[in-house]
């Protein structure tokens, strides 16, 4: 349940449509084509209607992302390397009272971020306290929101594994119309000492 409102506008949607019975009869006249053109065409059309209100409808409410940025950015800090790979804006409303209880509103406004995390060495400290956001309006998060986002911590991460992982952030001032850029500040992650493995890293997604 945790990941649904995530995941379920994480990454575009594809549209199957399959493809029409071909006539195989040698004489069809031309208003015959015409007409099942039309139809074909119709057809089509709400097959991807019917998609894009399944994109829209989860069991938890109604949701949009209506803005997309992709490969986005790479970094090695220390033994992690990080690929930011999708980030969304989205928004939309809570319908389902459990989910509604947790996040505490119903219409809600949030960006979410897909990172692709390996790590050499799993003896380190590093937790979603790591993952600062900033937006162009003065929005700032010292950590995405807890329920509605992955476990980033070195016990989710096995080494020599890469490991996806959806974070988020709810606006509270901010729209998604507001929103034209974010910047992701990824603190590097410390040993047992707490001395920092690397540099921190800055990423900046615009929309």
Known sequence: MKRFILTSLMLPCLFLVGC??????DEVNQSQKEGDTIQE????????????????NTSGGNFEAVAQKEDIEEVKIG?????????????????????LNKIGKENIDYINIGLDIDTTDEDINFSSEHLK?????????????????DQVEMQYIKESFTRSRMIAYLFETSTVEDIESVDLLIKAPTD????????DANIKIDF
């Open 192 to 199: 047992s000492n707490g001395q920092p493995l690397g540099e």
């Open 133 to 149: 956001l900033t937006t162009n309006t003065g929005e700032t998060f010292e950590s995405p929101h807890d329920f509605m986002s």
């Open 79 to 99: 033994p992690l390397t990080i690929n930011v790979v999708v980030s969304n804006l989205v928004t939309g409303t809570i319908t389902d009272p459990i989910i």
């Open 41 to 56: 065409h119709q057809k089509k059309q709400n097959v991807e209607k019917d998609h894009e209100e399944s994109e829209k």
């Open 20 to 25: 029409s019975e071909v006539n195989q009869k």
